[in-house]
Nanobody
């Protein structure tokens, strides 16, 4: 099983980024997928999840700013991040139901 994240980068406060996560080697359509993040010096924080019925859930800290989605035909999940804040700076990881996590993609929000 493997997941690969992409789409991170440097963005100014108020800007947007779209992260992607592609899955390999597992039954994608049955998997609840989630995004987690880890800021420098802090623990892992759950950001958002989407289940096999496409029902999303969000942490309060990102609700109204982030949108999670999935395309089962492409085995890919997305995280649209709008109105980014400096406190969103972190390494972002995706995980499948088995807890398989990728190498992550860095998001830095700074002016």
């Amino acid at each position: 099983e493997r997941v690969v994240e992409s789409g991170g980068g440097l963005v100014q406060p108020g800007g947007s980024l779209r992260l992607s996560c592609e899955g390999f080697g597992f039954t994608w359509s049955w998997s609840i997928m989630k995004w987690v993040r880890q800021a420098p010096g802090k623990g892992l924080e759950w950001v958002a999840s989407i289940d096999y019925a496409f029902s999303p859930s969000y942490a309060d800290s990102v609700k109204g700013r982030f949108t999670i989605s999935r395309d089962d035909t492409k085995h890919t999940m997305y995280l649209q991040m709008d109105n980014l804040k400096p406190e969103d700076t972190a390494m972002y990881y995706c995980e499948n139901s088995a807890g398989t996590r990728g190498q992550g993609t860095q998001v830095t929000v700074s002016s």
